[in-house]
C-alpha cells in the first residue's frame, strides 16, 4: 500500500480527535451560575411586562464605603441604597404591586438577587440573563463536536480501519449527568417543600399546645380518682394536676405513688380528648362552642377544623397565629402545582435510584474482574441503562427539570419579613380555605403523633 493511501486518513483521525477535544474544552469553559444572595426590592415603577425601576439595599457596601458607581445596575450612594432597572415578577400577587402594598409612596415590592462575588458584588442579576452566552457555547460545542466526529469518521472508513463491532453499553456519560442532575434536582424540590412544612410544624405546635392547655384549664377534676385529695392540693383542673404531675414525676402532691399512678392513667383519656377537640383558628379568635367540663371523659369523638365564626373567650386569649399565618403564606402562594411536583419528585426519586445510576454505569468503568465478568455484567448492565434513558425520556416529556426549579423559587420566597404580618392577614382573608387546607396538610403528622393522644407531657 502506498504512502498516498495512508498518510491522509491518519491525519484525519488526528484532526478530528484535537476537534472533539476542543468541542470539550467550550463545554467546560460554558459560564455557569455565578454566587447569588437574594434582596428585598422597592419597586419604584412598573411596566405591564414586569420591568421594573427598583431600589434595594447593597448587602456590601460596607465593604465599598465612602464609594458611588454607576452602570448598568443602576446608581449607589454611601448609605448602600441603589436603585436600577430589574425584570420584576408581572405574575406576582397584586398585593405586592403599587398603592395595593404601600398606599402612602405607592410602592411595591418583590424579591431579586444580586452578585455575591467579584468586582460587580452587589449590582442586580436576573435569573436567565447569560442564557444566550451560554447557549452559544452549547452550539459552538455541539457543532465541533459533530465536525470532529464527521472527520474522524471520515479518516476511519478511509483507511480502511477494521474494529470488532462495539457490544452494547450501559448509558453514556451525558446520560448519566442528566440523571444525576434530575435527581439532585427532585431532592431539591423536596427539601425546599420539607423546610416550610417544618416551618409551619414549628409555628402550629404553640398555638395548638395553647389550645389544649385552655381546654384543660377549664376541665375539673371531678371526674379523675381521688379528686378531693387533688382540691385539698389547690389541684382543681386537669391542666393544674398535669403541671403538677410534669413537676414531680411518680408522687402527686397529697398522694401516694399507687393514687398518683392512677390519677396518672386516668390523665389520658381526658387529654387525647382535648388534643383531638383543639382547632387552631388562623383567624385568632379561639373557638369556644366546645365546653370539655360537660364532656364525659369515656366518649371521645374527634372534631374536625372548624371554619365558622365563634365568639372569643375573654378569660382564655387567643393565641398569637402570626408567625403561623406567614408560614402558611409560603404554601398557599407556591400554589398546588408546588404541591404536584413534590408528588412526582418523591415518585421520581423512588424510581431514579443510586443504585440504578449506578448499575447503568457500570460498563464505563473499566474492567472489574477480567472479561468474564464483564460479560456477565453486561445484560445487567445494558437493562439499567434502557430503564434509565426511559425514566429521562419520561421526565422531558414531563417537563419536569423546570417544573421542579419552578417550585423550589417559589418555595424559597421566604415567609413575609412584616413582623406584624398584615400580608398574610390580608391574603388569608381572600382565600381562608386554601390556608385551612395548608394547614392540614402540613400538620397531619405532627398532629397524629403529639404527645397529647399518648398521654404525656409536652416539653
Not at 116 to 141: C, K, N, P, T
Amino acid at each position: 500500500m502506498g504512502t498516498g493511501r495512508v498518510w491522509w486518513p491518519r491525519w484525519a483521525v488526528v484532526a478530528g480527535v484535537a476537534l472533539i477535544a476542543l468541542a470539550a474544552g467550550l463545554y467546560a469553559a460554558a459560564p455557569g451560575l455565578p454566587e447569588l444572595r437574594q434582596v428585598d426590592l422597592t419597586v419604584l415603577d412598573e411596566r405591564p411586562d414586569g420591568r421594573c425601576e427598583v431600589r434595594w439595599r447593597d448587602p456590601y457596601a460596607s465593604d465599598t464605603a465612602g464609594t458611588s458607581t454607576a452602570g448598568t445596575s443602576g446608581t449607589s450612594s454611601a448609605s448602600g441604597e441603589r436603585e436600577g432597572t430589574y425584570q420584576c415578577d408581572p405574575d406576582r400577587s397584586s398585593l405586592l404591586k403599587g398603592a395595593n402594598y404601600d398606599p402612602e409612596t405607592g410602592h411595591g415590592w418583590d424579591s431579586g438577587w444580586v452578585l455575591a462575588e467579584g468586582a460587580h458584588r452587589g449590582e442586580l442579576y436576573s435569573l436567565g440573563q447569560d442564557d444566550d452566552r451560554y447557549d452559544a457555547f452549547i452550539d459552538a460545542s455541539d457543532g465541533l463536536l459533530l465536525l470532529g466526529l464527521l472527520v474522524t469518521l471520515g479518516g476511519l472508513v478511509t483507511g480502511g480501519v477494521r474494529a470488532r463491532p462495539p457490544r452494547e453499553r450501559g448509558a453514556g456519560r451525558a446520560t448519566l449527568r442528566q440523571a444525576h442532575r434530575l435527581r439532585e434536582s427532585a431532592e431539591r424540590v423536596r427539601a425546599d417543600h420539607r423546610r416550610a412544612t417544618e416551618a409551619v410544624v414549628a409555628a402550629w405546635a404553640p398555638v395548638h399546645e395553647a389550645e389544649v392547655r385552655a381546654a384543660l384549664g377549664r376541665l375539673p377534676v371531678q371526674g379523675l380518682p381521688h379528686a378531693a385529695a387533688l382540691r385539698r392540693e389547690g389541684l382543681v383542673t386537669v391542666d393544674a394536676v398535669r403541671e403538677a404531675a410534669a413537676r414531680t414525676p411518680g408522687r402527686l402532691p397529697g398522694l401516694g405513688r399507687t393514687a398518683t399512678a392512677q390519677v396518672t392513667a386516668a390523665l389520658v383519656r381526658p387529654t387525647a380528648q382535648a388534643c383531638d377537640r383543639a382547632a387552631v383558628r388562623l383567624d385568632a379568635v379561639r373557638p369556644d362552642a366546645v365546653r370539655l367540663d360537660s364532656v364525659r371523659l369515656d366518649s371521645v369523638r374527634p372534631d374536625p377544623v372548624r371554619l365558622d365564626a365563634v365568639r372569643p373567650d375573654p378569660e382564655h386569649p387567643a393565641p398569637d397565629t402570626t408567625a403561623l399565618l406567614c408560614a402558611l403564606r409560603v404554601l398557599v402562594a407556591a400554589g398546588p402545582e408546588t404541591a404536584q411536583a413534590v408528588e412526582r419528585a418523591r415518585d421520581l426519586g423512588a424510581r431514579l435510584t443510586p443504585e440504578l445510576i449506578d448499575a447503568a454505569a457500570d460498563p464505563l468503568r473499566g474492567g472489574h474482574g477480567g472479561p468474564e465478568a464483564g460479560d456477565r455484567e453486561q445484560p445487567e448492565a445494558r437493562a439499567a441503562a434502557r430503564t434509565l434513558r426511559d425514566i429521562l425520556t419520561r421526565a422531558r416529556r414531563e417537563h419536569l427539570a423546570g417544573d421542579f426549579a419552578q417550585s423550589s423559587v417559589d418555595l424559597l420566597r421566604g415567609a413575609d419579613p412584616d413582623p406584624e404580618g398584615i400580608a398574610a392577614r390580608t391574603d388569608f382573608a381572600l382565600r381562608p380555605a386554601a390556608y385551612y387546607r395548608a394547614l392540614e396538610e402540613a400538620t397531619r403528622t405532627a398532629d397524629r403523633n403529639c404527645a397529647h393522644r399518648t398521654g404525656r407531657t409536652p416539653a
